[in-house]
């Protein structure tokens, strides 16, 4: 696990994704560890819906290694997780990690540009485009440059189910007085950074805190937030 996530690695890959993997200049890597908040979110939308039987499906943009994906693979209530990542290295290492942990048909790992996507599984058993209840971001806003972000609302809005679809966001690395919010990736970013997108597309954020089980490096420096989706 790296002891803190590095500013300006970018530039030393010259801003490409495959080359900051194949260099290893890699510092929001967890090395096989799930991410602490996204436990502590799927208990609080299970808390939201204790009445009520259903299957989930998720998607977690810029997946990276896939840790993420096969935890959530794993859970009794996902029916199918599909991770995306521009890097074709990193979708190649994430379906190593994968490999003999996941049943068929459950796990999607893509190599594609989230904002082209339209929702479609290629080789799935539906073979065409689904709706998702969980999106799951964690270092993607905040990699993104912020003239993407209400591209990134509206691409979120539209893959996701309205009124039983879920947007867990970590918020992270949260921004201070001294930060500098236009240096990037990642770039430092706060609650309303999020809310200025979400809220005119009808995200409601139902939960937020600071208090969440980070990793040591990253204790007091993110914020876990939740958005439903409504119609």
Known sequence: ?????????????????????????TPWDLAGTVS?????????????????HFEWNACVPGCGTGYDCVYLSLQPEIKSVVGLDLSSIAITRAEEFANGKVQPNKLYLICTNFFDWKGYIPHSIENKSIKFNIVFDYLFFSAIEPSLRLKWANTIATIMH??????????????????????????????????????????????????????KPRKGREMLAIWKLKS
């Open 36 to 52: 602490p908040p996204l436990i502590d979110a799927l208990n609080y939308i299970r808390k939201q819906n204790l009445n009520e």
């Open 162 to 215: 309205p009124n039983v679809g879920w947007l867990i966001t970590v918020i992270f690395p949260l921004a201070t007085l001294e930060s500098d919010s236009f240096k990037g990736p990642p770039y430092h970013v706060s609650l309303m950074d999020y809310r200025s997108v979400l809220d005119p597309l009808g995200f409601e954020l139902m939960m937020s805190t600071e208090n969440v089980p980070s990793i």
């Open 1 to 25: 696990m790296k002891p803190f996530l590095r500013r300006y690695f970018f530039d030393k890959a010259g801003r490409n994704w495959d080359t900051a993997w194949r260099m290893g200049l």
